[in-house]
Every structure is written in structure tokens, then in C-alpha cells.
């Protein structure tokens, strides 16, 4: 009776800890699809990078801006989207960041046709070891300038029309 007792106390709090281990699981759950959300729909996109380049992980915002389907993007080198003329800004900015190990920041176009014009981004890369493989990768955020370099370009072009009608009246 008494080994019985304690049997059933033993169930008991064992029935505790695992309603214990599924609410975790549970809010475990919850957290990754809130993060998930928040990675994939960031008005910024973001990549993980390995030491020559190549797309480890991406979000949706950063296949997009690519005008590629993101598993098309994955073990690929982003330098196939940077502009020709800007592959060696993109190299020196990966090698920065191995060598100084601390945030790398460039700005080149990638070559992705929108409208038919390069698309002008800004990448901010931070050097980190990867948690599940333990290679040094590089966060990096991919800004799209584009928009503000054509309003700059806009600026310019106005202010040149300006000084052009300024002298024409002199």
C-alpha cells in the first residue's frame, strides 16, 4: 500500500513535469514563429554569409529585393547579384570583415533589373560564429538605397538647371 502510494505520487509529478515541458514547448513554439515573422517580413533584408560570399540563410525581403526565389539564392555567392563593376567593393567588404572582425559597412549596386537600372544597396556585415556549426559567418543587412540615390540624382539635376538659369540670366 505504502509502494503504491508513492508509486502514484511519482506519477503525479511526473504528469506535472511533462504539462511542464509542453507549455514550454509550446511558448518555445510561439517565440520562433513571432521571430520567423519578424526575420522573413523585416523591411530590411538580411543574409547570412560564409567567408567567400555564398548565401547561408536569407529572408524573404532580401529574395525579393534579389528578384529570386530564396531556395535559388541559398549556397550561392551574392556576388553573382553585385554589379560587375562593384564585385571588388563586395570582396574587400567580406575581407574587412574577416580581418577586423567587427562591422563592415559598403554601399554597391546589384544587378537585378529593376526598370532596367542597377538597384543601389548598402551592406552592413557583423563577422559571428554560426550557433549550429561553429564556422564564422557574417550577419549582414542588405539596404536598398535606390530610392534615395534617385531623389540625390533628382537634387542634382535641379540644382545644376537652377545654376544653368542663374547664368543664362547674368
Not at 67 to 78: D, F, G
Not at 90 to 100: A, I, T
Request: hydrophobic residues 35%.
Amino acid at each position: 500500500s505504502a509502494l503504491i502510494h508513492e508509486l502514484e505520487v511519482h506519477q503525479l509529478e511526473l504528469e506535472l513535469q511533462n504539462r511542464e515541458l509542453h507549455d514550454s514547448h509550446r511558448l518555445l513554439e510561439e517565440s520562433r514563429s513571432r521571430y520567423v515573422d519578424l526575420y522573413d517580413f523585416a523591411p530590411v533584408g538580411y543574409l547570412t554569409l560564409d567567408h567567400r560570399g555564398d548565401i547561408q540563410e536569407i529572408n524573404l525581403t532580401a529574395a525579393t529585393l534579389l528578384e529570386t526565389e530564396r531556395t535559388q539564392l541559398i549556397k550561392r555567392s551574392l556576388s553573382r547579384w553585385v554589379h560587375p563593376d562593384d564585385r571588388r567593393v563586395f570582396s574587400v567588404h567580406l575581407q574587412r570583415c574577416m580581418s577586423e572582425a567587427e562591422r563592415a559597412v559598403c554601399e554597391l549596386r546589384l544587378s537585378v533589373t529593376r526598370d532596367g537600372r542597377p538597384v543601389h544597396a548598402q551592406l552592413h556585415s557583423i563577422p559571428m560564429v554560426d550557433f549550429d556549426t561553429g564556422v564564422n559567418v557574417f550577419r549582414t543587412a542588405l539596404i536598398d538605397l535606390t530610392e534615395r540615390k534617385r531623389v540625390e540624382e533628382a537634387e542634382a539635376t535641379s540644382k545644376l538647371l537652377k545654376e544653368e538659369r542663374v547664368l543664362r540670366i547674368r
